[in-house]
């Protein structure tokens, strides 16, 4: 009912907005005064942490896509060699686990087999999992030694949106826990991100705030056939996001690259008029990946691509280029896919709904895939 929607035609809308009070609610009692982190539902005891000589990440969708983005935060902060794989691929390749592996089942319903299957396979093998999951009592922590929940709230709409958020909080909330018992070089860096991480809902809402451009753009693509999608680093899980939202919703052709590979085959994809969304790293950090970005969005828009840029507030040197300017706000490097992910969300949505489409059931998809 409308009332169920808060106000909201749809119930993706809704969870759009609940966003930054998703984040702050993921982080709450989390952090403590001192500025460390405690997160005592992890009930694998710091030592036992320590031990841990491997992390690997199983989820399927959305929730995999955040596992990409956990990979950079955790091998940067702790040093630990991090996989992520596809649920659904990962017990059929026999992986290599033993008790010194931690995997990490990422899912917002609880209930998706494919990753339910694989940490089964990962607990036969020894190995300890936890859970970062949105649905309390589900199937999935209930089978993992520990769960860390994220605080999204109920999440209807079957795109996922507001758990992804959260999946990204928590999984920054491992990783820096993860470095913080662990102990690295990185220490005051983690110290600074946890700052920054208190402070991120307050960011995503100023986003949020900014997004009628997003909505009048996306009216004006309502025709085309494709969409692609350009990100490095953590930017480039997020493209994979952008691309997957726009298929779920707007049964678009839609897919994102790391922009390093565009010379090693997709630039031959560019025509025309082709749309193509850039999420652009900081140019602060790892500055020459903001460069090397720049040049693909020179030589993509030179072969006749529209570019439309999403850049850091005050990152001037991809306004020549750009044919539509996104703007976020300035984050550490390991952040942006908070801030990033929003506009491709609402890009997405308001897509669907300018084709006609069934926004919040999306035509042969349902909210969790209780099927292998
Ligand atoms: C995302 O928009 C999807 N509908 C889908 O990819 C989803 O993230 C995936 O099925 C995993 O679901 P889960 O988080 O409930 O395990």
């Known amino acids: 009912s409308a009332a169920e929607k808060g106000g909201y035609d749809y119930f993706m809308l809704k969870e759009i907005a609940e966003q930054p009070k998703a984040v702050a609610d993921t982080l709450l009692g989390r952090i403590d005064p001192s500025g460390s982190l405690t997160l005592d539902e992890v009930r694998i005891s710091p030592s036992e942490l320590r031990e841990i000589d491997k992390v690997v990440i199983v989820a399927c969708g959305t929730a995999f896509h955040a596992g990409l983005i956990a990979k950079y935060a955790i091998e940067h902060w702790t040093r630990i060699p991090c996989e992520v794989e596809l649920a659904s691929e990962f017990r059929y390749r026999d992986p290599i686990l033993d008790g010194r592996s931690l995997v990490i089942a990422i899912s917002q319903s609880g209930e998706t087999m494919d990753t339910l299957m694989a940490l089964r396979h990962a607990r036969e093998q020894g190995s300890k999992v936890l859970a970062i999951c949105n649905t309390n009592g589900s199937t999935i922590p209930r089978e993992s030694d520990a769960v860390l929940y994220t605080h999204a709230g109920p999440e209807v709409a079957v795109a996922s949106t507001k758990a992804f958020l959260t999946q990204l ?75 997957l939202k726009l298929k779920e919703l707007a049964y678009m052709h839609a897919e994102g690259f790391a922009a390093g590979e565009l010379k090693h085959g997709p630039i031959a994809l560019i025509e025309e008029d082709v749309p193509v969304v850039v999420v652009v790293p900081s140019p602060r950090g790892r500055s020459v990946l903001h460069d090397k970005i720049v040049s693909n969005i020179q030589e993509i828009r030179a072969r006749g691509a529209r570019t439309i840029v999403i850049a850091e507030e005050g990152d001037e040197t991809v306004v020549p280029y750009a044919d539509h300017l996104i703007r976020i706000p300035v984050t550490p490097t390991l952040l942006q896919p908070l801030v990033a992910t929003v506009p491709l969300q609402v890009f997405a949505c308001e897509l669907a709904t300018a084709r006609g489409n069934e926004v919040d059931q999306p035509r042969n998809l349902a909210k969790s895939v209780t099927v292998e």
């Open 169 to 243: 909080v928590a999984c920054y909330l491992v990783a820096l826990y993860l470095g913080q018992v662990r102990g690295t070089k990185w220490g005051d860096e983690i110290q600074a991100v946890i700052k920054d991480l208190s402070r991120i809902s307050e960011e995503v809402e100023r986003v949020l705030e900014t997004m009628e451009p997003v909505r009048a753009l996306a009216r004006t693509l309502a025709s085309k056939n494709t969409v692609l999608f350009l990100g490095r680093h953590v930017g480039y899980p997020v493209a994979l996001e952008g691309a």
